[in-house]
């Protein structure tokens, strides 16, 4: 069955990196686009990022874009999210889903989540 | 930007209550439109895409319907494991956006 399993949250504080990582199995990885989504402590979700099934087309919340980076791959069935200059309102639990599609449509499977705390 | 507006952003209803969340589109969408559901403490689970597809091993009392601006989510026949909160989101274009959610308690 379809799994993902996300890693590399935890407390890293305001300016720094960190980078997730989302390891997939039980699907044709190279066939669907990736997503990270992520949700602040009791609020809503949040799309952040949207890598295509190849790589070549990526996408992000405009939050984030210049600070975060999506990459994937597909011979180690592992999608990335390289972030930097961290802020507190990226405070959240962030998932890894995969899309319906190859590129961008709706996420029919979402990761458990991993916790980012950026906190001084 | 397109923003999503869901409605009700809360509602109360019994066991076997035939219940309808909306979500509207400030411009239009196609269908491209998905229903999630959150339980507390879980991990968001696809219900409806394509406004009325229903999302793998989805029950069938579950239901999307329209297109354009204007979408409903209903629920027919509430089960005690439907009670969570439910998300619109479009991906019509980029950023993706998920509507505020609409939390369904129990009465």
């Known amino acids: 069955q379809v799994q993902l399993v996300e890693s590399g949250g935890g407390v890293v504080q305001p300016e720094m990196s960190l980078r997730l990582s989302c390891a997939a199995s039980?699907?044709?990885?190279?066939?669907?686009?990736m997503h990270w989504v992520r949700q602040a402590p009791d609020k809503g979700l949040e799309w952040v990022a949207v890598?295509?099934?190849?790589?070549?087309?990526?996408f992000y919340e405009d939050s984030v874009k210049g600070r975060f980076i999506l990459s994937r791959d597909n011979s180690k069935n592992m999608v990335y999210l390289q972030m930097n200059s961290l802020r507190a309102e990226d405070t959240a639990v962030y998932y890894c889903?995969?899309?319906?599609?190859?590129?961008?449509?709706?996420?029919?499977?979402w990761g458990q989540g991993t916790l980012v705390t950026v906190s001084s | 930007a397109i923003h999503l507006t869901q409605s009700p952003s809360s509602l109360s209803a019994s066991v076997g209550d035939r219940v309808t969340i909306t979500c509207r589109a400030s411009q239009g969408i196609a269908n491209a439109l998905a229903w999630y559901q959150q339980r507390p403490g879980k991990v968001p689970k696809l219900l409806i895409y394509?406004?009325?597809r229903l999302g793998s091993g989805v029950p069938s009392r579950f239901s999307g319907s329209g297109s354009g601006t204007e979408f409903t989510l209903t629920i027919s026949g509430l089960q005690p494991e439907d009670f969570a909160t439910y998300y619109c989101e479009k991906y019509y274009g980029f950023p993706l956006i998920f509507g505020g959610g609409t939390k369904v308690e129990i009465k």
């Open positions: 889903g995969k899309d319906v599609r190859t590129e961008a449509a709706a996420i029919e499977k």
């Open positions: 039980g699907f044709t990885f190279s066939n669907y686009g």
């Open positions: 890598i295509s099934y190849d790589g070549d087309k990526k």
């Open positions: 394509d406004a009325s």
